[in-house]
């Protein structure tokens, strides 16, 4: 069973617009994070934001900020004022048993986000 | 503050030749994976280790071995390269900023198989 969905395989987002990558996941393990990475056309993943199962309020990092919908499984990254170098692929990842050393990072198939100037 | 090393950055191989792709982290980070990245697949687990001398399987596992000798370094070896293990390989190190318990990724390893 696919534990992360990203159901968006591309978007289009105007420049200074805010835009909304959507992100639900699966689990029947009461510790759980949330993670979202950022892979630019250059290759590399890069760590945006995270949250974790027991957090009581929404994680923000800068123009990042995570919308947590426990209820619902949902874990959507919102990115604020889209500026032309947020145009990457974004993934949302999981990690189950948060206590466990070995909890593995699964990750979703990604979406493409283009900013229009 | 290099971070997660991997090298090379591209290699080709023809089928049946076995390599080695390095991982170095200097973060003292105790948990370190390795993954492939396929077209639409997302990253896929291939082997993990949660410390020195102790090694166990991902999701994708089979025609690779890994070691872990010492805390830096985790290896990814291709026993016999096929045409299916084209993809860009990735290694990372789990470790804590602040409170949160973060995963960071290196460049990672373009593979070609002929």
């Known amino acids: 069973a696919q534990k992360i969905t990203q159901t968006q395989p591309g978007m289009f987002v105007q420049e200074k617009e805010a835009v909304t990558l959507d992100c639900t996941y699966d689990t029947s393990d009461p510790s759980y994070g949330l993670f979202w990475y950022k892979q630019p056309s250059s290759g590399e993943m890069i760590f945006l934001i995270y949250q974790g199962s027991y957090d009581q309020q929404n994680a923000t990092e800068g123009r990042y900020s995570l919308n947590f919908q426990k209820a619902r499984k949902s874990a959507n990254l919102v990115i604020s004022a889209s500026q032309l170098g947020d145009s990457a692929m974004y993934f949302c990842?999981?990690?189950?048993?948060?206590?466990?050393?070995?909890?593995?990072?699964?990750f979703g198939q990604g979406t493409e986000l283009s900013v229009k100037p | 503050n290099a971070g997660v090393t991997q090298t090379p950055k591209f290699q080709v191989l023809k089928t049946g030749q076995s390599m080695t792709l390095q991982c170095a982290q200097d973060m003292n980070h105790e948990y370190m994976s390795w993954y492939r990245q396929d077209p639409g697949m997302g990253l896929r687990l291939i082997h993990y280790?949660?410390?020195?001398?102790?090694?166990d399987q991902g999701e994708v596992p089979n025609g690779y071995n890994v070691s872990r000798s010492t805390t830096e370094d985790f290896p990814l070896r291709l026993l016999s390269a096929a045409p299916s293990q084209t993809s860009v390989y990735f290694c990372a190190s789990r470790g804590y900023s602040g409170s949160k318990n973060i995963q960071y990724f290196g460049a990672g390893t373009r593979l070609s198989v002929l």
């Open positions: 990842a999981m990690r189950e048993d948060l206590y466990n050393q070995g909890g593995k990072l699964i």
């Open positions: 280790s949660v410390g020195a001398g102790i090694t």
